[in-house]
């Protein structure tokens, strides 16, 4: 079965960098595009980050472009997001997913970041 | 950027009742491009639909969903007490992916 486990969140101080990780199984990796949507506390969800299955190219929210890059290793199914310049704003769950089309059809059960001194 | 626009943004019903969801983007798109998705509390989302009235593998089919163009809708039959939760429609345009702000169903 499918299945997308997020790691790496944590307490991180204001201004530092944090790599997440997402490590995929059950399905052929390489086969498909993967996506980053976080949600802060209490509020909805917000798209971050899209690559491609093979890594060739990469979409951001326009708002995160710059400071947020995604990145995957084929080799070993995982897909990471690693974040610069960390604010307040960027304190929420952060989920994979797969993407299927035009939709996520798997997600994983998400890793807490939290920004704060 | 396309804006979607959910409303109500709370829906209160009893189990056995019927649910529409309405979400309504702010430029037409297209109807492979509109999903539903469902959150229960302390869990990550879930696939209900896809293409805008496609139910997801292993979906009830008392989820359904309708629209083309700027209105879509998801309805939900005979509600189940598991139903309860909040569902939010998603659009995948010009590779900028947004949600709506979500509807809260409570019993």
């Known amino acids: 079965q499918v299945q997308l486990v997020e790691s790496g969140g944590g307490v991180v101080q204001p201004g530092r960098s944090l790599r997440l990780s997402c490590a995929a199984s059950?399905?052929?990796?390489?086969?498909?595009?993967m996506h980053w949507v976080r949600q802060a506390p209490g509020k909805g969800l917000e798209w971050v980050a899209h690559?491609?299955?093979?890594?060739?190219?990469?979409n951001y929210k326009e708002s995160l472009k710059g400071r947020f890059t995604v990145s995957r290793d084929n080799s070993k199914n995982t897909l990471f997001l690693l974040m610069n310049g960390l604010t307040a704003e960027d304190t929420a769950i952060y989920y994979c997913?797969?993407?299927?089309?035009?939709?996520?059809?798997?997600w994983g059960q998400g890793t807490l970041v939290t920004v704060s001194s | 950027e396309i804006v979607l626009t959910q409303s109500p943004g709370t829906l209160s019903l009893s189990p056995g009742d019927r649910a529409t969801l309405s979400c309504r983007a702010s430029?037409?798109?297209?109807?492979?491009?509109l999903s539903w998705h469902q959150q229960k509390p302390g869990q990550a989302p879930r696939l209900l639909i896809h293409?805008?009235?496609i139910g997801a593998t292993g979906i009830p089919d008392r989820f359904s969903g309708s629209g083309s163009g700027t209105d879509f809708t998801l309805t939900i039959n005979r509600l189940e007490p598991e139903d309860f939760a909040v569902y939010y429609c998603?659009?995948?345009?010009?590779?900028?992916?947004?949600f709506g702000q979500g509807t809260r169903l409570e019993i």
């Open positions: 997913a797969r993407g299927s089309g035009y939709e996520f059809d798997y």
């Open positions: 998603q659009q995948y345009g010009s590779s900028r992916i947004t």
């Open positions: 059950g399905f052929t990796f390489n086969n498909y595009g």
């Open positions: 293409s805008a009235s």
């Open positions: 690559i491609w299955y093979d890594g060739s190219n990469e």
């Open positions: 430029e037409s798109i297209s109807s492979s491009y």
